[in-house]
């Protein structure tokens, strides 16, 4: 399979941190340096608008996309260009803000499975509106009976997946709140803060040019977008894999491949926004497909485990088995339409690959 070329960041000439290019322009450290002051300080804003939010709602759901974007940036940042940092100090902080991030993004993803798995039903049961629960989500709408060829089935389902996720939003806003006043995360916070003054601390040895830093993200991401499975995906619905079925296990084996190359595709735009050049929009398109592509996979197990709860009636289960269904088939598309951008990127034909 020919590979993407994906754009290569210019050499630096593996210039001292602290130093300038020819030119004028800024060294590899610099733009590092300068990269980390912009993304602290916009996790300081967010920190203000959360203590300003108070009972604001959607405030405080900003503050925390805020806090939870830049913790992100900086923390696949101090990933990408340890060996450019001390690397005690690099990995000491990116572990405490992948943990705030992940905590942080935990409300966010159960409103948006319950929106995603809401949308889907009512699609597929042909009503105006099978469950209040995107209603609800929101913060308030009435419940429809469901009609059409799912009937009962699907409005009971609903009601299922809006208490089950309701559920996991309320926990996880409470863990939200519960980190966001520790202690931990005020040692965070002082951390970032210091870091939107000071350049971060280098190593102990010469750190290696930028340029070899990014390539090197670059060949992991190439790497593991070669090991996919590119020839199984150019159909936009997998039939065998649908019809014969996949226990939950062997979904997450098949799914984990695919959700690792999207976490190196954001590693890369992060690089690319560290050194240059321009992320490419290409890139950023099959970026958004395996967005797609885990957020499908994630409410297709939702439904998998909300189908699996005791004593539910035969008709609910059903239902709950076509969203899966349904869902493990947005899945499939979203692989099709990734193999189709990055095959095409490549130059080579439409469903070739390993």
Known sequence: MLKPELPRVPAQGGAPPAAHAPGGSPSAGEALAGYLHARAGEFLRGLRLHGESGADTAG???????LRTASRRISGTLHTFRPMLDPVWADGLRAELTWLAT???QEH?????????????TRLSGAAGASGGAGSAAGGGGKAEARGPLGMGAARAGALLERQLTLGRTRSHSAALQALGSARFH???DAVALLASERPPAPAF???P????????????LDAAAGLPLARAGRPYNADALVHGLTASAEEAQDAPW?????????HRYALEVTGPEPDPVLAGAGRLLDRHRDASEAATTAAVAARTPRIAPATAYVLGVLHADQRHEVEAARFAFQEIWQTAAGAPTGGGR
């Not at 993803?109 to 039903?121: D, I, M, Q, T, Y």
């Not at 930028?210 to 991401?221: I, K, Y």
Request: with cysteine; charged share 25%; proline share 6%.
């Open 60 to 66: 405080a759901a900003e503050a925390a996309r805020a």
């Open 103 to 105: 905590t942080l993004a």
């Open 109 to 121: 993803a159960c409103v948006s499975r319950l929106n995603r798995l809401v949308a889907a039903l």
């Open 187 to 189: 040692a965070v916070a």
């Open 206 to 208: 010469p750190p290696p």
């Open 210 to 221: 930028a340029d070899a830093v990014t390539e090197a993200v670059r060949r992991r991401l």
């Open 259 to 267: 959700h690792r190359v999207r976490s190196l595709l954001r590693l």
